[in-house]
Antibody, heavy 117, light 110 residues
Framework: QVQLVESGGGVVQAGRSLRLSCGAS????????MHWVRQTPGKELEWVAT????????AYTDSVKGRFTISRDNSKDTLYLQMNSLRAEDTAVYYC??????????WGQGTLVTVSS | QSALTQPASVSGSPGQSITISCTGT?????????VSWYQQHPGKAPKLMIY???NRPSGVSNRFSGSKSGNTASLTISGLQAEDEAHYYC??????????FGGGTELTVL
Protein backbone atom coordinates (compact mmCIF):
# COMPACT_ATOMS: atom_id res chain seq x y z
CA GLN A 1 0.00 0.00 0.00
CA VAL A 2 1.10 3.57 -0.64
CA GLN A 3 2.90 5.06 2.33
CA LEU A 4 4.43 8.50 2.75
CA VAL A 5 6.31 9.41 5.93
CA GLU A 6 7.45 12.97 6.60
CA SER A 7 10.23 13.90 9.00
CA GLY A 8 12.44 16.84 9.89
CA GLY A 9 9.94 19.21 11.44
CA GLY A 10 10.54 21.05 14.69
CA VAL A 11 10.89 24.44 16.33
CA VAL A 12 13.27 26.87 14.63
CA GLN A 13 14.03 30.55 15.00
CA ALA A 14 12.99 33.00 12.33
CA GLY A 15 15.67 33.40 9.68
CA ARG A 16 17.07 29.88 10.16
CA SER A 17 16.81 26.82 7.93
CA LEU A 18 15.18 23.40 8.09
CA ARG A 19 15.06 20.44 5.71
CA LEU A 20 12.03 18.19 5.53
CA SER A 21 12.14 14.67 4.14
CA CYS A 22 9.39 12.39 2.88
CA GLY A 23 10.07 8.67 2.49
CA ALA A 24 7.87 6.85 0.00
CA SER A 25 6.98 3.18 -0.31
CA UNK A 26 4.34 0.99 -1.92
CA UNK A 27 4.58 2.53 -5.39
CA UNK A 28 7.15 3.35 -8.07
CA UNK A 29 8.32 6.68 -6.69
CA UNK A 30 10.23 7.70 -9.82
CA UNK A 31 7.03 7.58 -11.90
CA UNK A 32 5.10 10.20 -9.94
CA UNK A 33 5.21 13.92 -9.42
CA MET A 34 5.21 14.93 -5.77
CA HIS A 35 3.79 17.87 -3.83
CA TRP A 36 4.44 19.64 -0.55
CA VAL A 37 1.27 21.12 0.96
CA ARG A 38 1.05 22.91 4.30
CA GLN A 39 -1.80 23.42 6.72
CA THR A 40 -1.76 26.58 8.76
CA PRO A 41 -2.80 26.82 12.42
CA GLY A 42 -6.10 28.21 11.09
CA LYS A 43 -6.54 24.90 9.21
CA GLU A 44 -6.23 26.34 5.72
CA LEU A 45 -4.45 24.14 3.18
CA GLU A 46 -1.84 25.89 1.04
CA TRP A 47 0.02 24.35 -1.88
CA VAL A 48 3.76 24.94 -1.43
CA ALA A 49 5.70 23.22 -4.20
CA THR A 50 5.65 20.44 -6.78
CA UNK A 51 8.38 18.49 -8.50
CA UNK A 52 7.90 16.45 -11.63
CA UNK A 53 8.65 12.72 -11.64
CA UNK A 54 12.10 13.02 -13.22
CA UNK A 55 13.01 16.01 -11.07
CA UNK A 56 13.63 18.19 -14.12
CA UNK A 57 10.89 20.68 -13.37
CA UNK A 58 9.49 22.25 -10.21
CA ALA A 59 6.96 24.90 -9.26
CA TYR A 60 6.46 27.03 -6.15
CA THR A 61 3.87 29.24 -4.57
CA ASP A 62 4.92 32.90 -4.67
CA SER A 63 5.43 33.26 -0.91
CA VAL A 64 8.24 30.67 -0.82
CA LYS A 65 10.00 31.35 -4.13
CA GLY A 66 13.69 32.00 -3.57
CA ARG A 67 13.53 30.60 -0.01
CA PHE A 68 12.34 26.98 -0.41
CA THR A 69 13.72 24.30 -2.72
CA ILE A 70 11.96 21.05 -3.53
CA SER A 71 14.09 18.12 -4.64
CA ARG A 72 14.00 14.36 -4.85
CA ASP A 73 16.30 11.37 -4.86
CA ASN A 74 14.62 8.67 -6.92
CA SER A 75 17.32 6.16 -5.94
CA LYS A 76 16.26 6.58 -2.30
CA ASP A 77 12.51 7.05 -2.89
CA THR A 78 12.73 10.28 -0.94
CA LEU A 79 11.35 13.79 -1.42
CA TYR A 80 12.88 16.84 0.23
CA LEU A 81 11.96 20.42 1.04
CA GLN A 82 14.83 22.73 1.94
CA MET A 83 13.42 25.74 3.77
CA ASN A 84 15.66 28.78 4.24
CA SER A 85 15.02 32.23 5.74
CA LEU A 86 12.05 30.89 7.65
CA ARG A 87 9.34 33.29 8.76
CA ALA A 88 6.65 33.10 11.43
CA GLU A 89 4.04 32.71 8.68
CA ASP A 90 5.71 29.48 7.55
CA THR A 91 4.49 27.84 10.76
CA ALA A 92 2.31 24.91 9.67
CA VAL A 93 1.96 21.17 9.37
CA TYR A 94 3.78 20.17 6.18
CA TYR A 95 2.42 17.25 4.18
CA CYS A 96 3.97 15.48 1.24
CA UNK A 97 1.54 14.06 -1.30
CA UNK A 98 1.73 12.02 -4.48
CA UNK A 99 0.41 13.51 -7.70
CA UNK A 100 -2.03 11.64 -9.91
CA UNK A 101 -3.73 13.34 -12.85
CA UNK A 102 -2.56 16.79 -11.74
CA UNK A 103 -3.77 16.65 -8.18
CA UNK A 104 -2.55 15.14 -4.90
CA UNK A 105 -3.97 11.73 -4.05
CA UNK A 106 -2.17 9.99 -1.16
CA TRP A 107 -0.89 12.18 1.68
CA GLY A 108 1.52 11.51 4.51
CA GLN A 109 0.65 12.20 8.14
CA GLY A 110 2.50 15.52 8.19
CA THR A 111 5.33 17.08 10.17
CA LEU A 112 4.93 20.23 12.26
CA VAL A 113 7.17 23.21 11.64
CA THR A 114 7.05 26.02 14.19
CA VAL A 115 8.96 29.22 13.49
CA SER A 116 9.52 31.33 16.55
CA SER A 117 10.24 35.03 16.36
CA GLN B 1 -3.36 33.26 -6.97
CA SER B 2 -6.35 33.71 -4.68
CA ALA B 3 -7.81 30.75 -2.83
CA LEU B 4 -10.88 29.06 -4.22
CA THR B 5 -14.08 30.11 -2.44
CA GLN B 6 -15.94 27.60 -0.30
CA PRO B 7 -18.68 28.18 2.27
CA ALA B 8 -17.23 28.16 5.78
CA SER B 9 -19.82 25.70 7.01
CA VAL B 10 -22.74 23.55 5.93
CA SER B 11 -24.98 21.24 7.90
CA GLY B 12 -27.55 18.55 7.33
CA SER B 13 -29.47 15.84 9.10
CA PRO B 14 -28.74 12.13 8.74
CA GLY B 15 -30.13 10.79 5.49
CA GLN B 16 -30.27 14.18 3.80
CA SER B 17 -28.10 15.41 0.92
CA ILE B 18 -25.80 18.41 1.05
CA THR B 19 -23.74 20.20 -1.58
CA ILE B 20 -20.51 22.11 -1.04
CA SER B 21 -19.52 24.62 -3.70
CA CYS B 22 -16.01 25.63 -4.74
CA THR B 23 -15.78 28.75 -6.88
CA GLY B 24 -12.69 29.69 -8.85
CA THR B 25 -11.97 31.58 -12.03
CA UNK B 26 -11.31 31.03 -15.71
CA UNK B 27 -7.64 30.43 -14.85
CA UNK B 28 -8.31 27.35 -12.74
CA UNK B 29 -11.64 25.53 -12.43
CA UNK B 30 -13.01 27.17 -15.56
CA UNK B 31 -10.18 25.85 -17.73
CA UNK B 32 -9.22 22.47 -16.32
CA UNK B 33 -11.04 19.35 -15.19
CA UNK B 34 -8.33 18.85 -12.58
CA VAL B 35 -10.44 19.47 -9.49
CA SER B 36 -10.22 17.23 -6.45
CA TRP B 37 -12.02 17.08 -3.12
CA TYR B 38 -10.61 15.95 0.24
CA GLN B 39 -12.15 14.94 3.54
CA GLN B 40 -10.23 15.68 6.72
CA HIS B 41 -11.12 14.49 10.20
CA PRO B 42 -9.49 16.17 13.23
CA GLY B 43 -5.86 15.20 13.66
CA LYS B 44 -5.81 13.21 10.41
CA ALA B 45 -4.35 13.78 6.98
CA PRO B 46 -6.65 14.78 4.11
CA LYS B 47 -8.23 11.87 2.25
CA LEU B 48 -9.01 12.02 -1.46
CA MET B 49 -12.74 11.67 -2.11
CA ILE B 50 -13.13 12.94 -5.70
CA TYR B 51 -10.58 13.58 -8.47
CA UNK B 52 -10.87 14.86 -12.00
CA UNK B 53 -14.10 16.73 -11.07
CA UNK B 54 -16.29 13.64 -10.75
CA ASN B 55 -14.22 10.46 -10.34
CA ARG B 56 -14.26 8.44 -7.13
CA PRO B 57 -11.14 6.57 -6.01
CA SER B 58 -11.54 2.92 -5.19
CA GLY B 59 -13.01 2.47 -1.73
CA VAL B 60 -14.84 5.80 -1.53
CA SER B 61 -18.57 5.50 -1.00
CA ASN B 62 -20.81 6.23 -3.98
CA ARG B 63 -22.69 8.63 -1.69
CA PHE B 64 -19.98 11.12 -2.69
CA SER B 65 -20.21 12.72 -6.12
CA GLY B 66 -18.65 15.70 -7.88
CA SER B 67 -19.58 18.01 -10.71
CA LYS B 68 -18.57 21.26 -12.36
CA SER B 69 -20.31 24.12 -14.12
CA GLY B 70 -18.27 27.01 -15.46
CA ASN B 71 -15.93 28.27 -12.74
CA THR B 72 -17.66 26.38 -9.92
CA ALA B 73 -17.15 22.80 -8.80
CA SER B 74 -19.44 21.03 -6.36
CA LEU B 75 -19.27 18.09 -3.99
CA THR B 76 -22.54 16.37 -3.11
CA ILE B 77 -22.91 13.93 -0.24
CA SER B 78 -26.14 11.96 -0.26
CA GLY B 79 -27.58 9.87 2.57
CA LEU B 80 -25.64 11.90 5.12
CA GLN B 81 -24.10 9.85 7.92
CA ALA B 82 -22.55 10.87 11.23
CA GLU B 83 -19.10 9.74 10.00
CA ASP B 84 -19.29 12.32 7.20
CA GLU B 85 -18.85 15.11 9.74
CA ALA B 86 -15.45 16.60 8.82
CA HIS B 87 -13.76 19.42 6.96
CA TYR B 88 -13.84 19.30 3.15
CA TYR B 89 -11.38 21.02 0.81
CA CYS B 90 -11.28 21.48 -2.95
CA UNK B 91 -8.18 22.04 -5.08
CA UNK B 92 -7.60 22.93 -8.71
CA UNK B 93 -4.65 23.06 -11.07
CA UNK B 94 -4.17 26.50 -12.65
CA UNK B 95 -2.95 28.03 -15.91
CA UNK B 96 0.15 29.31 -14.05
CA UNK B 97 1.32 25.73 -13.40
CA UNK B 98 0.40 26.10 -9.75
CA UNK B 99 -2.27 24.61 -7.55
CA UNK B 100 -4.85 26.45 -5.46
CA PHE B 101 -6.93 25.15 -2.56
CA GLY B 102 -10.26 26.26 -1.24
CA GLY B 103 -10.51 27.68 2.27
CA GLY B 104 -12.31 24.58 3.53
CA THR B 105 -15.87 23.81 4.61
CA GLU B 106 -16.88 22.38 7.98
CA LEU B 107 -19.69 19.86 7.60
CA THR B 108 -21.87 19.31 10.65
CA VAL B 109 -24.26 16.37 10.80
CA LEU B 110 -27.10 17.46 13.03
Amino acid sequence: QVQLVESGGGVVQAGRSLRLSCGASGFTFSSYGMHWVRQTPGKELEWVATIWADGAKSAYTDSVKGRFTISRDNSKDTLYLQMNSLRAEDTAVYYCARDVKWNPDYWGQGTLVTVSS
Amino acid sequence: QSALTQPASVSGSPGQSITISCTGTSTDIGTFNYVSWYQQHPGKAPKLMIYGVSNRPSGVSNRFSGSKSGNTASLTISGLQAEDEAHYYCVSYTTSTTWVFGGGTELTVL
